[in-house]
Every structure is written in structure tokens, then in C-alpha cells.
Nanobody
Framework: QVQLVESGGGLVQSGGSLRLSCVAS????????MGWFRQAPGKEREFVAA????????DYADSVKGRFTASRDNAKNTVHLQMNSLRPEDTAVYYC??????????????????WGQGTQVTVSS
């Protein structure tokens, strides 16, 4: 079992930055691909970013590419999502998730077996 806890969300003005963190417990996440997803009110959960176990490969949704950066510190069992140039349309609950594979990137939520409780990000215009 892997328990994931996100933090770092909040209210920020358009153009601002936030850094989300996701701390894992229960098992080391060094063998897991980690993903970030978000869900806005009335919308389906959507893929944001993913990073392989070693951190060597990342993937981003087109809507955040160039603005968001995923990283990880396996020694601290932590992954991060640095979000810059935030826009009102980035407003959502952000979730981190773990997928029991080391080398495969996936954009599909159903491929991730472990999820955090989410952290709210609100971007004002």
C-alpha cells in the first residue's frame, strides 16, 4: 500500500506560481511512475503531468507544457509539481497518483492504483 498526501495548493493571482508536493508513505515510491491529475468543478479528471521512477522521463499535457515542471526526490519519497504562469483555467483540485511501473508513462487515470486526497488550486484573474 502507498499513501499519498498532497500539499502546496492555495489561492494565487493569474501569472503567479505555486509548488505542489506529494509525500508518499507505506512504500518507497522509487519504483513507481508518479502522475499529477486535476479536476475542475463539473469536469472530468484530466492528466497534467507524469514522471518515471528515475525521473528521467516526463510527460505533460499540452495545456501546461512549458509552464509546469514535475520533479521527484526519491530519497525523500516526494514528488513536486512546479506551476508557473498560472491561469484561471488552471483552477482545480490537483491529485498525485502512483503507478506500479518504473519506466512507463501513462496519461490514463485508470492506470494509477494509488491516489492522494487532492489539494485545491485557485487562480484569480
Amino acid at each position: 500500500q502507498v499513501q499519498l498526501v498532497e500539499s502546496g495548493g492555495g489561492l494565487v493571482q493569474s501569472g503567479g506560481s505555486l509548488r505542489l508536493s506529494c509525500v508518499a508513505s507505506g512504500r518507497t515510491v522509487s519504483a513507481y511512475t508518479m502522475g499529477w491529475f486535476r479536476q475542475a468543478p463539473g469536469k472530468e479528471r484530466e492528466f497534467v503531468a507524469a514522471i518515471t521512477a528515475s525521473g528521467g522521463t516526463t510527460d505533460y499535457a499540452d495545456s501546461v507544457k512549458g509552464r509546469f515542471t514535475a520533479s521527484r526526490d526519491n530519497a525523500k519519497n516526494t514528488v513536486h509539481l512546479q506551476m508557473n504562469s498560472l491561469r484561471p483555467e488552471d483552477t482545480a483540485v490537483y491529485y498525485c497518483a502512483a503507478k506500479a511501473t518504473m519506466f512507463t508513462i501513462s496519461r490514463l487515470a485508470r492506470g494509477y492504483g494509488y491516489w492522494g486526497q487532492g489539494t485545491q488550486v485557485t487562480v484569480s484573474s
